[in-house]
């Protein structure tokens, strides 16, 4: 099957199935960010009708996917390759390091269209009472009362399936069953046990040295103590609770001995509870709590943050590169072929927008709308208002030259329009240093985004950052998960990119290759 073929027919299958998954009431992974676009509270109240914006905006995206799916099988009738492109291909192919990195980028990009079904706190599947539910699939939030609970607010899974552990019903949670924002986990505790006056973490024969509680034999719930232990023993000094978790008084602890105490009655002996260790966030990596690469300061799951930023990142390529290249290959090829005034009026619209400062632009649209109604799209958008001109000119300059040759004269000649001229002929011969550019522009992107997120002014909390990550493992250098997490998924991705350029470039060589017609 010819490329415009596959290609074709997967714009269109994702264009219906979005479409009828949103009708259904279905969450589909990826395909549902079509239809996330909904409009924010106060707008709403101010303008009713954006009520049904997210609707609105799915509609056309997915309307101009199945006309440009149906376009693209229509060419694919007389798609034949290009003995030349063959080579080129070919060559790609034989650059190892280049073909094995894009590879790898193909895989990244498949598990990321995975959503929710691969990273994410909504169950994936619920069998209560014989009944099947399929919770991280489905639009509406299910209720606690849905599985005989209390309550109408959505239940907490990752707490539902110890709650029916060893029952009959059954939780089936993501690899990863953490949001990749906005949702915390501040405390991780682990059991300790009394051993011959010292307390132990299970499995280990070093005495425990920490932060720990001890909890009453006869009432589970309630904290009587916590302060540092030493060595296995307490040390310093103790707060003491009551049962209503207030503070009645303070104990002073040398070497495993109550030296002092301000509590009005006398406290049971350490030995007699149950002690718990009690980390607080940033949490270490933890298999048992499901944090693989830990959590931050905020208690938010890295291995999430780093998945969902990688889902921001290809999704804003997407749009990065749909919009910068389609503006600067069309405006580039018009400047190259037409010349004269249009020429000079786009030159001069060239230096104005060269001559302003990017990051000033950021600023002064976060300071009118605010920095939480920002969005991804508004940010490729500001990105796109600058980063076409070079692209056009690049084209610009090929175009100047293409047009002089033979090749382009013979087709006026024979009939051809301009824009035949200008998108059949001439651009497939200039293409190829741009098709270069394009894994660069890629890279440019991501280190921008996470500069953009890194400095405060790039997409808000309810977006997955990697620039927020890097910034939190920088102020937390004592939990260095964070920050060698981020910084070795950045480089790794970055280091893909650019291989994948380095190969492109060597491939599409146009010195070596040509394609007059």
Known sequence: MNPPRKFGLILVFAAVLATVGHFLGLALPSLRWLYSFEASPSAIAEHSWRAHQARAVGLAFCSLMFLAGLALLRQSRHFTWNPITLRKIERFRAIGRGHASYVILIVLVVLALFDQALVGKRALAIKHEGKWTFPAFMARQMAASDYGLEGGE???????????????????????????TLDS??????????????????????????????????????????????????QWTFEVYDRSGETVGREEWRGGERISSTVPTASSPPGEGKWIREIYAPLPPS??????????????????????????????????????????????????????????????????????????????????????????????????????????????????????????AAARVLGAGTGRVIFRHILPNAIATIVTLVPFSISALVASLTALDFLGFGVPDSYPSWGRVLNDGLENLGAPWIVSSVFVTMVALLLLITFVGEAIREAFDPKKFTTYQ
């Not at 632009?361 to 990105?383: E, K, M, P």
Request: aromatic share 14%; proline share 6%; charged share 20%.
């Open 154 to 180: 959505e239940p907490d899974y990752r707490e539902l399936k110890n709650l029916w552990e060893g029952t009959d019903s059954l939780v089936i949670l993501p690899p990863v069953p953490w949001d990749p």
């Open 185 to 234: 986990d501040d405390l991780m505790v682990r059991p300790l046990e009394w051993v011959d006056g010292r307390l132990f973490e299970s499995g280990s024969r070093e005495p425990f040295s920490g932060y720990a509680s001890c909890f009453h034999p006869d009432e589970p719930d309630w904290k009587t103590r916590s302060g540092r232990i030493r060595q296995g023993q307490p």
């Open 287 to 408: 298999w048992e709590r499901r944090h693989f690469l830990g959590t931050d300061s905020k208690g938010w799951d890295i291995l999430a943050q780093l998945y969902g930023g990688l889902q921001v990142v290809f999704k804003g390529a997407a749009l990065y590169l749909l919009l910068t290249y389609g503006i600067g290959v069309t405006l580039g090829c018009l400047m190259g072929y037409f010349g004269g005034a249009f020429d000079l009026v786009m030159q001069r619209l060239v230096e104005v927008l060269s001559n302003v400062p990017f990051l000033l632009v950021v600023l002064i649209i976060s300071a009118n709308i605010g920095r939480d109604n920002i969005t991804l799209t508004t940010i490729i958008l500001v990105f796109g208002v600058f980063s076409w001109i070079g692209i056009a000119t690049y084209l610009r300059s090929s175009t100047y030259k293409e047009k002089a040759r033979d090749y382009t």
